[in-house]
Nanobody, 129 residues
């Protein structure tokens, strides 16, 4: 059974940092492009960042304009984990953050076009002003 489990969310003050983790079980994350998405209360889910299997792929890693320069996506193959380092957090970063294993990413589009195979259950991030 494939599972993606996010952790690392919480309450942080504006300007603070959090590191989200997404651990895979029953799946090798290095076989997939991996993405982070977020859904704020009352809003649609939006992409945040994604990274290809091959980091040299054109367009990888991708960051949404709203997080560029503040968030960093990375992998730890040995831990079968993908991270999202979030710095300089702002109240509008408040959302539920989801990781996803992506079977296809088209970086030619902005935002990229995705096909997702698996999703985690999400972790809550709240940034207070």
């Amino acid at each position: 059974q494939v599972q993606l489990v996010e952790s690392g969310g919480g309450l942080v003050q504006s300007g603070g940092s959090l590191r989200l983790s997404c651990v895979g079980s029953g799946i090798t994350l290095d076989d997939y492009s991996m993405g982070w998405f977020r859904q704020a209360p009352g809003k649609e889910r939006k992409d945040v960042s994604c990274i290809s299997v091959d980091d040299n792929d054109d367009g990888s890693p991708y960051y949404a304009d709203s997080v560029k320069g503040r968030f960093t996506i990375s992998r730890d193959s040995a831990k079968n984990t993908v991270f999202l380092q979030m710095d300089s957090l702002r109240p509008d970063d408040t959302a539920v953050y989801y990781c996803a294993a992506l079977s296809f990413v088209n970086y030619a589009l902005d935002p990229p076009e995705y096909e997702s195979d698996y999703w985690g259950q999400g972790t809550h991030v709240t940034v207070s002003s």
